[in-house]
């Protein structure tokens, strides 16, 4: 049987105080209508969605799932919307119609919903802590929304989730005979909703949870984090807690990969490693066997098996760490490889540089890659030994197997095997570090 659905996405969201599109905020790297729209997808539904409001955005986020599209013109309440998608919908058969923010509803929802659809209209209801703003479920008459009731009917808790299945020969008949509600002149959806309904009243209201300012935004990335944060789990991923980490639908997960408390993941990142406590990846590869440890900021970079990034490292894009690599605290490499078993471990900048196989980057060392006007590459080769504190002036390079001795400022190439200290004479004193003290405390006395 086919199935279409109709998303309600034209709703402005000022709560949301934000100039994006109240439908458009990401949870999890996914645009919220996202959500839904991928949720009916996957029930096989021909998704429609209904825009207004930030149309153009809508269009271009939604692209990846290519949904169908009909613009309401002016919107004027549920029911219009439903309206507005008219065009788009088959003549007969079942028709889901939700809205665009409520992305917790889940696919297993929708498809009880659509078993339970005996033709007519059916509704999801939920018995909500407070009912208050919903319209209420009243036996006998169908639905009465929170500002018609009667103080009696106000009283009661099973309420419209908003989610429905209706006849789309239903739809073609009725909507155009909806009568406008004072005093905005609204047209309701929930007029449709009569005495012969079937109402489903056992949903679940933490699904239904509708997004209108970003506190509820908030909940619902921790809904949703834990959810995907579980499924990864039951992948064989290892995860320290499902509350803090944080994964984007994007990333990919491969088992054996270890995720600490707070990790945040986003983007294009493929991680078979492990990942240490609060650490932040973007678009970042970690191979099987390679480890980035605690608090390290990675974005489009590599680290291969065998290699250790961190504790608070930073690789920015383009930095490839190769098979046993090492790059330590403090350390920043930017479009720079490091060959296998090369280290940095601790204090440096490496930008725009190659750095040979096993050699040793010392504490302090600076790749100076920027004249203010270009950037300019070093090489450092296989083997080399470059002293704490050197800085290295680009475009340079330092032979395989060469010794740069410690606080070395560097212009020139530096062939390999050989050694290059530039360092001025210190100048020494003996005995007179006392005579100083003297001098100083004599000077503070006079004040
Ligand atoms: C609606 C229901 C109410 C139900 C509640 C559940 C009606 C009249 N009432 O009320 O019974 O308990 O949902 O949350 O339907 N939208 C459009 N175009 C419009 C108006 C709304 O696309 O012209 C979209 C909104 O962006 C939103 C959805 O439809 O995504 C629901 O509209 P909203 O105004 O939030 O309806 P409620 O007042 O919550
Ligand atoms: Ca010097």
Not at 268 to 284: M, Q, S
Request: with cysteine; aromatic share 4%.
């Amino acid at each position: 049987m086919s199935l279409t659905a109709v998303v309600l996405a034209a709703g402005l969201g000022t709560r949301m105080r934000s100039p994006l599109a109240k439908v458009l905020h990401p949870l999890l790297g996914r645009p919220m209508v996202g959500w839904i729209v991928g949720a009916l997808q996957e029930l096989g539904a021909d998704v429609v969605v209904v825009v207004h409001h930030h149309e153009a955005d809508v269009r271009a986020a939604l692209a990846p799932w290519n949904p169908r599209f009909a613009r309401q013109e002016a919107p004027r309440g549920t029911g219009d919307a439903v309206a507005a998608a008219l065009a788009e919908l088959p003549q007969s058969g079942p028709v889901i119609v939700t809205a665009g923010d409520t992305p917790l509803l889940t696919a297993a929802s929708v498809r009880r919903l659509v078993a339970a659809h005996r033709g007519g209209v059916t509704v999801a209801a939920f018995e909500a802590r407070d009912p208050t703003g919903y319209g209420r479920m009243v036996p006998g008459v169908g639905i009465v929304e929170d500002g018609a009731c009667t103080a009696e009917q106000r009283q009661i808790r099973v309420v419209n989730s908003g989610l429905y299945v209706m006849d789309a020969a239903v739809l073609r008949r009725e909507l155009p005979a909806l009568q406008p509600h004072a005093p905005k002149g609204e047209l309701w959806l929930t007029d449709l909703v009569g005495p012969d309904a079937t109402v489903v009243a056992d949903f679940v209201e933490a699904e239904f949870l509708g997004i209108n300012d970003r506190g509820a935004l908030a909940e619902a990335r921790g809904v949703l984090r834990r959810r995907v944060n579980r499924a990864w789990g039951a992948e064989g991923i290892d995860l320290a807690d499902l509350d803090t980490i944080s994964v984007d639908v994007s990333v990919k997960l491969h088992p054996g990969a270890a995720l600490g408390t707070g990790v945040v993941l986003t983007g294009n990142c493929d991680i078979a490693g492990e990942i240490g406590p609060h650490c932040v990846l973007h678009d970042t590869v970690v191979h099987a066997g390679a480890k980035v440890a605690a608090a390290s900021i990675c974005e489009r970079a590599e680290v291969f098996p065998g290699a250790v990034v961190g504790p608070m490292a930073r690789l920015r894009p383009g930095a490839r760490i190769e098979g046993g690599a090492h790059v330590g605290n403090f350390v920043e490499v930017k479009n720079s490889v490091l060959h296998e078993g090369a280290k940095a471990n601790h204090l440096a900048y490496i930008g725009d540089a190659e750095i040979g196989a096993k050699a040793n980057i010392g504490a302090g060392t600076i790749t100076c890659n920027y004249d203010g006007i270009r950037k300019n590459r070093t090489t450092v080769g296989a083997g080399a030994f470059i002293g704490s504190n050197s800085a290295l002036v680009a475009p340079i390079t330092i032979g395989d197997g060469a010794i740069v001795g410690a606080g070395s400022t560097l212009t020139q190439d530096v062939p390999g095997d050989a050694i290059a200290v530039e360092r001025a004479p210190a100048k020494v004193s003996p005995g007179s570090a006392d005579r100083l003290r003297r001098h100083y405390r004599a000077l503070a006395g006079r004040e």
